[in-house]
């Protein structure tokens, strides 16, 4: 049997949703009880069992009683946000106890402090939300992007300064905890409301983290019109969405062992160090061998590529399950030839934050008579500008913690892996664009291979979240590691 009549059987084996008897089967009452069995069973490897039977039993629900969709996502949503802050101590509830301590305002608890942000956050969205209608002139409705970060980084300065102390550098703090890791949703429902079938309020607050996509700040389904747009009209459509979704869990499942068994192999048996204990040993004089240098970079890209697909999948997964023809969180990026691919395959959906908020303003607004210039500029202000100011304010507790200045200095590296990785992917795009193919061939794709990963595994490097080690380190440890210095 040829390769490719081998990776067509497996398709086909593999392509369980396009079996009608499954279909039919889904549609059944039979049915639907066994796709949610094994959703919780797929889901609770990652969650605690009810945890999961909550997440896939409010999706489900929400997938077949229509005239209370509304209802189900604002309150699986909002349960689940709640319910986090009291079960776990979640990096909100520790942001605050950070200034809680500064302020020595130990008798404030950080979970109140946390219930009460959010319960304000939320009356401060609706309002927003309001006030965008309303008043369509205003800044905040024309430029939803800028007036958002506009106050994340006014209440950083707010609370950084000398004169706010005690309780109200403490409110402050408490309710920019909680406004962080939610200001991309709220400037997707705020864009919505330009739309003529744009949802209601309660639709549009319940997809603030909705209940299916975890504690990540990445809009994952992105914001109520994409929603819409994604649901499932017939009983059938329903039931093909729901069994990817299952498929898509269970993949999630086969990654997540994947990266188990890699894990217990590169650094238990073969005691592959990370990155960052490995740039430690260098600078202390006390270098690893250049392949275990190399092996430490390989293995910490391909661990963060797992991380990113796993989670990823999880969340679409659930997202499936609701209805919601989402396209994949990630797909097969070992696949992509160009930079620009590797982009659009990675992280869907932070690609698709990054295009909607930094790369379309860009391109509408600037170099219009320089075709070139204007598509590298405005995805470079995507890759680059956006993908900085993404992650400083999803980190923005290191202000907390470290102060402004001290914060901004530990993104030096970050910033120089977003100028690289930018000004790689604007090339791509605009030699993707003149009509340039990579060649087809296995050479060819073997290159394109070596170069794209290449380029993604060197500049790891710099992308470490540790935040422990300038520039200058990060650039001389890749330099040993190919022999230089």
């Given at each position: 049997?040829s390769g490719a009549?081998?990776?067509?059987?497996?398709r086909?084996?593999?392509?369980?949703?396009e079996?009608e008897?499954?279909?039919?089967?889904?549609?059944?009452?039979?049915?639907?009880?066994?796709?949610?069995a094994?959703?919780?069973l797929?889901?609770?490897?990652?969650?605690?069992?009810?945890?999961?039977?909550?997440?896939?039993?409010?999706a489900?629900?929400?997938?077949?009683l229509e005239?209370?969709?509304?209802?189900?996502?604002?309150?699986?949503?909002?349960?689940m946000?709640?319910?986090?802050?009291?079960?776990?101590?979640?990096?909100?509830?520790?942001?605050?106890?950070?200034?809680a301590?500064?302020?020595?305002?130990?008798?404030?608890?950080?979970?109140?402090?946390?219930?009460?942000?959010?319960?304000?956050?939320?009356?401060?969205?609706?309002?927003?939300?309001?006030?965008?209608r309303?008043?369509?002139?205003?800044i905040?409705?024309?430029?939803?992007?800028?007036?958002?970060?506009?106050?994340?980084?006014?209440l950083?300065?707010l609370t950084?300064?000398?004169?706010v102390?005690?309780?109200?550098?403490?409110?402050?703090?408490?309710?920019?905890?909680?406004?962080?890791p939610y200001?991309?949703?709220?400037?997707?429902?705020?864009?919505?409301?330009?739309?003529?079938d744009?949802?209601?309020?309660?639709?549009q607050?319940?997809?603030?983290h909705?209940f299916w996509g975890?504690?990540?700040?990445?809009?994952?389904?992105?914001?109520?019109?994409?929603?819409?747009?994604?649901?499932?009209?017939?009983p059938a459509?329903?039931?093909?969405?729901q069994i990817?979704?299952?498929?898509l869990?269970?993949?999630?499942?086969?990654?997540?062992?994947?990266k188990?068994?890699?894990?217990?192999i590169?650094?238990?048996?073969?005691s592959?160090?990370s990155?960052?204990?490995?740039?430690?040993?260098?600078?202390?004089?006390?270098?690893f061998?250049?392949l275990i240098?190399?092996?430490?970079?390989?293995?910490?890209?391909?661990?963060f590529?797992?991380?990113?697909?796993?989670?990823g999948?999880?969340?679409?997964g659930?997202?499936?399950?609701?209805?919601?023809?989402?396209?994949?969180?990630?797909?097969?990026?070992?696949?992509?030839?160009t930079?620009?691919?590797?982009?659009?395959r990675?992280?869907?959906?932070?690609k698709?934050?990054?295009?909607?908020?930094f790369?379309?303003p860009?391109?509408?607004?600037?170099f219009?008579?320089?075709?070139?210039?204007?598509?590298?500029?405005?995805?470079?202000m995507?890759?680059g500008?956006?993908n900085?100011?993404?992650?400083?304010?999803r980190?923005?507790?290191?202000?907390?913690?470290?102060?402004?200045?001290?914060?901004?200095?530990?993104?030096?590296s970050?910033a120089?892996?977003c100028l690289?990785?930018?000004?790689?992917?604007?090339?791509?795009?605009?030699?993707?664009?003149?009509?340039y193919?990579?060649s087809s061939t296995l050479?060819?794709?073997?290159w394109?291979?070596v170069?794209?990963?290449?380029?993604?595994?060197?500049?790891?490097?710099?992308?470490?979240?540790?935040?422990r080690?300038?520039?200058l380190e990060?650039?001389?440890?890749?330099?040993?590691?190919?022999?230089?210095?």
């Open positions: 049997m009549a081998g990776r067509s059987t497996l086909s084996f593999l392509a369980i949703d079996r008897t499954l279909v039919q089967l889904a549609q059944t009452v039979r049915g639907r009880v066994l796709l949610f094994v959703a919780v797929a889901v609770s490897t990652y969650n605690a069992w009810w945890e999961a039977a909550f997440v896939v039993g409010a489900m629900a929400f997938a077949y005239k209370q969709r509304q209802l189900i996502l604002f309150a699986a949503t909002y349960l946000a709640f319910s986090a802050l009291w079960l776990s101590e979640t990096a909100i509830e520790e942001s605050i106890a950070v200034v301590a500064q302020e020595r305002a130990a008798q404030f608890s950080p979970l109140l402090l946390a219930h009460l942000a959010l319960i304000t956050f939320m009356i401060f969205s609706w309002l927003a939300l309001m006030v965008v309303s008043h369509k002139g205003f905040l409705a024309r430029r939803p992007v800028i007036a958002l970060l506009t106050v994340e980084f006014a950083c300065g950084s300064l000398d004169l102390h005690g309780l109200p550098r403490l409110a402050l703090w408490s309710f920019l905890s909680v406004y962080t200001i991309w949703f709220l400037a997707y429902a705020i864009v919505d409301q330009r739309a003529r744009r949802s209601p309020d309660a639709f607050l319940g997809t603030f909705p975890g504690p990540s700040s990445i809009p994952f389904g992105k914001g109520a019109g994409f929603l819409r747009k994604t649901l499932s009209k017939t459509d329903l039931a093909i969405t990817k979704g299952v498929k869990l269970l993949w999630s499942n086969v990654l997540l062992a994947m188990v068994a890699l894990t217990w590169c650094e238990q048996k073969l592959i160090p990155v960052e204990l490995a740039l430690g040993a260098y600078l202390d004089g006390q270098a061998p250049v240098g190399w092996s430490a970079v390989f293995w910490s890209t391909a661990k590529c797992l991380r990113t697909a796993y989670w999948h999880l969340f679409i659930g997202a499936r399950l609701a209805g919601f023809r989402l396209p994949r969180a990630t797909w097969r990026p070992l696949e992509a030839r930079l620009i691919e590797y982009f659009n990675f992280s869907y959906y932070f698709e934050l990054l295009v909607d908020f790369f379309v860009t391109f509408f607004r600037v219009r008579r320089h075709p070139r210039l204007r598509m590298f500029f405005a995805t470079f995507a890759a500008v956006g900085v100011i993404f992650h400083f304010v980190e923005v507790d290191l202000v907390a913690a470290m102060g402004v200045s001290a914060a901004i200095e530990s993104f030096t970050y120089f892996y690289v990785l930018a000004t790689g992917i604007g090339i791509s795009q605009v030699r993707a664009n003149a009509g193919r990579p050479a060819g794709r073997l394109s291979f170069s794209v990963w290449g380029f993604v595994v060197c500049l790891h490097v710099f992308s470490d979240e540790s935040r080690h300038t520039l990060r650039a001389s440890f890749l330099a040993s590691l190919f022999g230089v210095g």
